[in-house]
């Protein structure tokens, strides 16, 4: 029997008096079919089912199939929310299906016992708390049921029952990994001391606020003293779950880290579960002390009796927002010795100090200033004795308010010596939350302006940071400096002379070049000869100033440059710029040879050198050798050489007209080629063992072949150097020439060999994750110069070679992107659509079929298809073995799309594609019951098709969805007349 017939049986039972004949009935036809079992469950409504029903007959029901169990679990609830339940024994049924219930629906039954009378939920829910107690964890599991009877126990006078339950589900457990993590310790692991156990919840950390926060004011309503102490031990257990050693830890219980602030806080990251567990824990108190103010002092003692910090912490939190406070007890604890010198308790015993110095007695108050006289004591070493000025500033704070004259003097004297407090002075350390500060200025930019010069020269050759926090900078002077020019660049241009001074610190020279290069981007003109000048003095500069005021540390910490390479990289930048700008903002031609002899000075740097180089690019996780050029002086310097010489050909033919044999040619720049070819040579004058410059060498390898294509020929050997010892300057020039270039026929032609060589390489690396992208970016290189027509499918041509060598992640990857390409650009020439018909043929019969297939490449043929570029008969040849592949389909809705658009033409094919996506297991999300849907679209047309055999197999997909919990699509049935008609109106 169809799947929606079943169902309207079912219906016509369920609509009719409950007996034990109709009950028999609905057992014989939802017989073997859990789906139906389910439905059925799901609509009873009259409690007249619960008497007619065998509690044997549910209970075989229910096994092994949550969606019967959560069904009839949903049918107590509504009988229950009517109030129906009590004239019948339910209580024996909801323990029977809890017995064979798994985690979800047995929180639906908790739903349903919440409306049991008071005794019987209580009974549930000790029971439920057993229950629970034996779970670890309950993942993905929403506790409102519980949250419910909780609530409802609590509100009906059984307060220890609500406990019960509260406390299983909110109970702390410990770190399984705790053992591992102790013994790493043990074995002298250096980072392990850094590693603490983590206790757990059975909830996510989310679910756990909620059920807190929700459940906590019906607790404390109800036993607020008893609700107070559950909170304490499990916080207790937090604590003591998270040492390694609590037996010899204690009082010291990590919270100052893990908790720096009992009050609600930025400080504290509410990550883990305890973060809210404390929460309630305190607002328990808070609650306790605003309601019972007596009891403060038994709080306090019993907080303190269990020793450990957090515990201390809140009875002094206690004590400063308790509304009747004793003072006793106050004044006690300001004036203990240990409680003021002791870390862990800082931010609240600074705090209970600032809020209750002027309600101690004159010698309690007396007391606590002369500890506070005592923390500034001098002991003659000076870094010990800035310590103790600090902590005594800092303590002045707290009872700033209160100080007499003398005190007065004293905050004031280190308030000038240290300044405004980097931290809250209530917290001895400080994490996250920082504020990005803009670096100052000195001067403003008016008192910039208005200086001559002359002047101004001498104040940045005179003027030096002084470091302190939020002082200012030489970044914030260099900023202003920057602005002004982009303001006025003739003014500044035609003084930039005056800047030629080595006694200048670099810093502002690379600012001042900053507001040059922000004209230039804007499009407007610069005088270019002045500012070619003062760049070409920058550029001839030594690296490394001879005179340094600071460190390099210092430096960096001050906001200065650490050398000349920031500024001289700027020069390159400002060249670059003027090569390619447009209009009256580029540079003249007439300024090549000023401009020729800064590119090549830089191009020849330093910088990096070859031990900076080494270092910097062997290190793990350094950045590759493309960026690391481009944050270097000669690589920038060698990219602005390219660059040169694009101008250079640019105004040599203007207007694009010169022949293709009189392109440009070493010729029109014979400058740029002993420098390109220095890169090969040994010696002082070479540069043949940097990586930094074979990787420009690889961004511009198109350019190259394009200037002289021999020429890249007969350097082969130096740009993809063979012997193992240079392997690393050929992989430079390689992974550099993909990530940054398309494919081209002429540099293939160039190139050829190393595209075979690297190719094969493939195979050594196939699966693993390093140089990934590098693999896509010569797939793509294949893919292009295939589809181009310069290679072909011969045995051991390039495509072939691909194939063999590279793993299925980037073949499947390769082919997928062919089909996101063709959904994007759907006008490819028909040529190019046949060889990529043509290269898919081949490879299945290359591999020995579809069933041969990678699954990564098979997939990918669904991308192809719903691009909609290929013609249907053969795309129908392959879809149905993609489609079968019962994984994770990126674009099945792109594919159901085009399936819908291919139905009128190919209805047979395209209900064939639809039944294997339906049957899959996964995917089920794609068929929700829309009308605006494709797979609806395309059954609603097949469900009405003259030929029967379409209209039959689009009902059994129909019905088949229906199984699958689509139950929507029984409207669709109707609407073409299909099934029981007598329900049909």
């Known amino acids: 029997m169809k799947y929606f017939d079943r169902l309207d049986l079912i219906d016509s039972i369920l609509h009719g008096p409950a007996s034990t004949h109709t009950w028999s009935e609905l057992l014989a036809l ?43 679990a949903q049918y107590l609830i509504k009988c229950a929310e009517r109030g129906e339940l009590k004239q019948h024994d339910v209580l024996v049924k909801l323990k029977a299906l809890r017995g064979l219930a798994d985690t979800p629906v047995r929180f639906e039954l908790a739903r349903a016992a919440a409306f049991l009378e008071p005794s019987s ?66 074995q002298g692991n250096p980072t392990a001391q850094y590693v603490f156990p983590r206790p757990h919840a059975r909830l996510d950390e989310h679910e756990y606020r909620d059920v807190l926060r929700d459940i906590l004011p019906y607790l404390l309503a109800a036993a607020p003293e008893k609700t107070f102490e559950m909170l304490s031990d499990l916080t207790e257990k937090a604590m003591v779950y998270g040492l390694r050693d609590p037996a010899s830890e204690k009082p010291n219980d990590l919270s100052i880290v893990r908790r720096p602030a009992i009050e609600d806080h930025e400080q504290n990251k509410d990550y883990h579960f305890e973060h809210h567990l404390i929460s309630a824990w305190r607002d328990a108190a808070e609650h306790l002390a605003g309601k019972y103010p007596d009891r403060v002092p038994d709080m306090v003692s019993a907080l303190e009796a269990r020793e450990w910090n957090l515990f201390r912490r809140l009875a002094l939190h206690l004590l400063r927002v308790a509304p009747r406070p004793s003072m006793d007890l106050i004044e006690t604890r300001l004036t203990d010795a240990d409680l003021f010198h002791k870390s862990g308790l800082h931010h609240e015993f600074w705090g209970l100090l600032e809020a209750r110095f002027q309600d101690l007695t004159a010698e309690g108050q007396a007391r606590v200033l002369e500890r506070i006289e005592e923390e500034g004591k001098q002991t003659g070493d000076d870094k010990e004795d800035r310590i103790r000025r600090y902590s005594q500033y800092r303590w002045l704070l707290a009872i700033e308010s209160h100080l007499e004259e003398t005190r007065v003097a004293r905050l004031a004297s280190l308030r000038n010596e240290f300044g405004q407090p980097s931290m809250p002075p209530d917290f001895l350390t400080w994490t996250g939350g920082v504020e990005f500060i803009e670096p100052s200025s000195p001067l403003t930019q008016e008192d910039i302006a208005s200086l001559p010069i002359a002047k101004l020269v001498t104040y940045l050759r005179d003027w030096k940071p002084s470091g302190d926090w939020r002082s200012p900078t030489a970044g914030g002077l260099g900023a202003q ?220 390898l198109p350019q190259l072949v394009r200037i002289d294509a021999q020429w890249v020929r007969g350097h082969l050997v130096g740009l993809f150097p063979q012997e193992p010892e240079k392997a690393a300057r050929g992989k430079a020039t390689w992974d550099t020439f993909l990530r940054c270039n398309p494919a081209f026929n002429a540099v293939y032609d160039v190139i050829r060999e190393e595209y075979f060589d690297q190719t094969r390489a493939l195979a050594a690396s196939a699966g693993s994750d390093e140089d990934k992208d590098i693999r896509n970016n010569l797939a793509s290189h294949v893919l292009a110069l295939y589809v181009w027509g310069r290679i072909s499918l011969d045995a051991d041509d390039l495509v072939d070679v691909f194939f063999r060598a590279a793993g299925s992640d980037v073949t499947g990857s390769m082919l997928e992107s062919v089909g996101r390409v063709l959904s994007r650009e759907k006008d490819l020439k028909p040529a190019f659509l046949e060889r990529l018909k043509a290269m898919w043929d081949w490879r299945v019969q290359t591999i020995g079929g579809l069933e041969s297939m990678p699954e990564a490449e098979l997939m990918a043929f669904g991308f192809w298809f719903a691009s909609g570029c290929f013609d249907l008969d053969w795309c129908f040849r392959y879809l149905p073995a993609t489609l079968r592949i019962d994984k994770k389909h990126w674009g099945q809705i792109q594919v159901l799309e085009q399936l819908a658009a291919a139905f009128e033409s190919k209805p047979a094919e395209t209900l064939r594609c639809l039944e294997i996506m339906v049957q899959r297991a996964g995917d089920l999300w794609l068929f929700q019951p829309r009308e605006d849907g494709s797979a609806w679209k395309i059954l609603d047309s097949a469900l009405g098709h003259a030929d029967p055999r379409i209209a039959q197999k689009a009902d059994e997909i129909t019905n088949t969805l229906g199984q699958k919990r689509h139950l929507g699509y029984r409207a669709l049935r109707r609407k073409h007349s299909i099934g029981r008609k007598e329900l049909n109106k």
């Open 121 to 186: 939920s209580a009974e549930w829910a000790t029971q439920e708390a057993k229950w629970l107690q034996s779970l670890d964890r309950l993942d993905d599991t929403v506790c409102d049921p519980h949250r419910m009877l909780i609530k409802q126990l609590a509100e009906r006078g059984h307060a220890d029952a609500a406990l019960g339950l509260a406390a299983a589900l909110l109970d702390v457990l410990p770190d399984p990994a705790a053992d591992l993590k102790r013994n790493r310790v043990d």
């Open 30 to 72: 939802i017989d073997g079919d859990a789906s139906a079992a389910a439905y059925a469950m799901r609509n009873l409504e009259s409690s007249d089912w619960l008497v007619v029903a065998n509690l044997k007959d549910v209970s075989s029901l229910i096994v092994g199939d949550n969606r019967v169990s959560s069904g009839f």
């Open 481 to 700: 400096l920057t602005v002004l020019v982009q303001g006025a660049p003739e003014k500044w241009a035609d003084n930039l002379n005056y800047f030629q001074d080595c006694s200048i610190d670099c810093t502002y020279h690379r600012h001042l070049l900053s507001g040059f290069v922000a004209v230039v981007e804007s499009g407007k003109s610069i005088p270019w000869a002045p500012v070619l000048a003062f760049a070409e003095w920058i550029a001839d500069l030594p690296l490394v100033p001879h005179e340094y005021s600071f460190s390099d540390e210092q430096r960096g910490d001050l906001g200065l440059d650490r050398n000349r390479a920031s500024a001289q990289m700027e020069v390159a930048r400002l060249l670059v710029k003027g090569f390619n700008a447009k209009g009256s903002a580029a540079l003249s031609f007439d300024l090549r040879s000023a401009g020729w002899r800064i590119v090549e000075r830089l191009a020849d740097s330093e910088d990096p050198s070859p031990e900076v180089e080494a270092k910097s690019l062997n290190a793990p996780g350094t950045f590759d050798p493309l960026t690391k050029a481009i944050n270097t002086v000669r690589g920038e310097g060698l990219s602005a050489v390219m660059e040169y010489a694009g101008w250079v050909s640019r105004h040599l033919d203007p207007g694009g007209d010169r022949p293709a044999a009189c392109k440009p040619s070493w010729s029109d720049f014979p400058e740029i080629q002993p420098v390109i070819e220095s890169r090969f040579h040994d010696g002082p004058a070479g540069f043949s063992w940097s990586i930094v410059d074979r990787a420009v060498l690889g961004r511009w």
